[in-house]
C-alpha cells in the first residue's frame, strides 16, 4: 500500500500534470524553499501518523505581479521567481491546495488556508486574493476564503485542452 506521502504526490501529478505544462509551477524542493523565502507561511501540511494528509502552497506576491500573471503575461514560475524579497505585499496566489480524498469535506483545507493568511497578513497588507482554479473544489474553497477574509478574488482562466 503507498504511503500517505507517495499518495500526495499522485494526487498532485493526477490533478495538476506540472511536468507537461509550461504555465505551471512544478513543485520540487527548490521551489519549496523559495516559497518559504516569500514567507515561511507560505508552505503548509496537515499530517498524521502516516505523514501528510493536506498541502497548501500561498504565493505572496505585488499586485503588479498578480495582474501580470491573471492576464497570462507571465507563468505560475515567473509569479513566484519575480516576487521581490523583504517587501510588503498586497496581493496573495492561492496556488495549490490537496487533500487527500478520505479527509475531505472536514474543513482542513479552510483551516490550513485560514491559518496561513493570517500568520502572512500580520506581515503583508494583503488586498486582494487570486487563484487558478483546476477543479470545482478548489473553485468553492478560493470563493469561501475570500469571503471569509473579506478580500475581492480574482481568477486566471484556464484554457480548456
Known sequence: MPTNFERMIRLAVETF?????????????????????????????????????????????????????????????????????????????????MVLQEFRKKGIAKTLAFEAIKSIRADHPIKTLFTWNFSREGELLAESVARYERLPLLKRERQVK
Open 17 to 97: 500534470d506540472a511536468h507537461n505544462d509550461p504555465e505551471q509551477l512544478d513543485v520540487d524542493e527548490q521551489v519549496i524553499e523559495r516559497l518559504k523565502q516569500v514567507h515561511p507561511a507560505a508552505v503548509s501540511e496537515r499530517a498524521n501518523a502516516d505523514g501528510p494528509i493536506a498541502w497548501l502552497l500561498l504565493i505572496p506576491t505585488t499586485s503588479d505581479l498578480m495582474n501580470q500573471f491573471i492576464e497570462k503575461k507571465i507563468s505560475e514560475s515567473d509569479l513566484l521567481y519575480k516576487t521581490p524579497l523583504q517587501i510588503k505585499y498586497d496581493s496573495l496566489y492561492l496556488c495549490s491546495v
